[in-house]
């Protein structure tokens, strides 16, 4: 299960928190981007693909999202 919660909401930036649980084995569904994101992580890993990239996020990545991308 996922989770949200929005720390900062201005008009030139936001700031969320998210949140996943580790009983999700499988590919999320796709998800398209519609905002560009800075994305920080702070626990965990997790395994990602955009636009057909598979990719590992552990605690020492970051990464960009791009508007107009598919992720899962």
């Known amino acids: ?3 949200a919660r929005v720390l ?3 008009s030139a930036v936001a700031v969320a928190e998210h949140s996943c649980d580790a ?3 499988r590919w999320s569904a ?3 981007l519609t905002s560009l994101s800075v994305v920080l992580v702070r626990s965990g ?3 990602r693909r ?3 990239v598979e990719s590992v996020a552990e605690p020492t990545a970051g990464y960009l999202q ?3 991308s598919i992720q899962h």
């Open 1 to 3: 299960m996922q989770t």
């Open 8 to 10: 900062l909401d201005g």
């Open 23 to 25: 009983s999700h084995a």
């Open 30 to 32: 796709e998800e398209p």
């Open 45 to 47: 890993l997790f395994r």
């Open 50 to 52: 955009v636009d057909g």
């Open 66 to 68: 791009r508007p107009g």
